[in-house]
């Protein structure tokens, strides 16, 4: 199948928004006082992230005409990601532009802080729920799906969120949020071990079938160890230092979970072949 280049960049873009966007609530429950100078930046990362990944998503659908089209469509999973996505986007902006010069007072927009939240993780499942449902493409039908779309977002969101919060809290409060991490970490490589396997098994019941399918044996390895494996040990190394400042496992943590996405959203294409029979 071609790889949709488009989406992959969406995705990528908008989910990392979307997990900054709910470590950043969670945080600010906690450490309020601390997160305020730089709540700002938060935002705005964000929402430079979330429109620059809403446009590569209405470039992929190639009109505008069409794109209003599926808005007016609500039943469809497509429709429902578009309309929390441009609830998302425009929720964050709008929160920017109240907390712009009133940072001290964030309290008063908890309110459509939790909207944002709300209609980010909406974003999160509908993306996953266009593949999870297509019947037709054994591959993409499953909860997996919607499992390993959720779990990159926050993943992606926790990482960029530590690098943004570095020069603003203490030390041991980011080795908290460092295992918190490494938590969420785990389950995102065991949701994506199983969706691999998933993948392998229905592509394997195509071939079967006399189907042609792609080899991801490699792409699949690779999507683990450089997705994964890499930034975990990463990760454990940044909890065991005790330096004020080892953000560089973190930093490049991030990267390799980055292109540890772009591989498995490019192997995410390629493995969606319809079965020869249905």
């Avoid at 430079?48 to 659908?61: E, N, P, S």
């Avoid at 441009?86 to 929720?91: P, R, S, Y």
């Avoid at 509908?126 to 499992?147: D, E, F, K, R, T």
């Amino acid at each position: 199948m071609e790889v949709a280049y488009s989406l992959v960049g969406s995705y990528l873009l908008l989910g990392t928004a979307i997990g900054l966007i709910i470590w950043f609530t969670a945080a600010r429950l906690y450490q309020n006082d601390e997160l305020k100078p730089v709540s700002k930046k938060i935002i705005l990362v964000a929402i430079v992230l979330a429109v620059a990944g809403v446009i590569l998503a209405m470039l992929h659908l190639g009109k505008v005409e069409r794109f209003f089209y599926l808005l007016l469509n609500p039943s469809s999973w497509l429709a429902r990601e578009g309309l929390f996505a441009g609830a998302f986007t425009g929720g964050i902006i709008l929160y920017f532009i109240l907390i712009r010069n009133k940072v001290e007072q964030l309290e008063k927009f908890d309110i459509l802080l939790y909207i944002n939240v709300f209609t980010g993780f909406c974003t999160l499942v509908s993306m996953g729920m266009i593949y999870a449902s297509a019947s037709a493409v054994p591959a993409w039908n499953s909860i997996w799906s919607v499992l390993v779309n959720v779990s990159s977002g926050l993943l992606l969101g926790g990482l960029l969120f530590m690098f943004l919060i570095k020069e603003h809290f203490n030390f041991d409060y980011q080795k908290i949020l460092g295992k918190g991490i490494l938590v969420l970490a785990i389950v995102t490589l065991l949701i994506n071990v199983a969706n691999e396997v998933q993948v392998w098994m229905a592509l394997s019941a195509i071939a079967a079938q006399g189907g042609e399918v792609p080899a991801i044996l490699l792409s699949s390895l690779l999507h683990i160890l450089v997705g994964f494996l890499v930034p975990l040990y990463l990760i454990i190394l940044f909890i065991r230092q005790k330096e004020t400042k080892p953000t560089i496992y973190l930093t490049v943590a991030f990267v390799f979970v980055i292109l540890g996405e772009i591989t498995g959203k490019i192997m995410h294409f390629i493995a969606g072949v319809k079965a020869p029979f249905i």
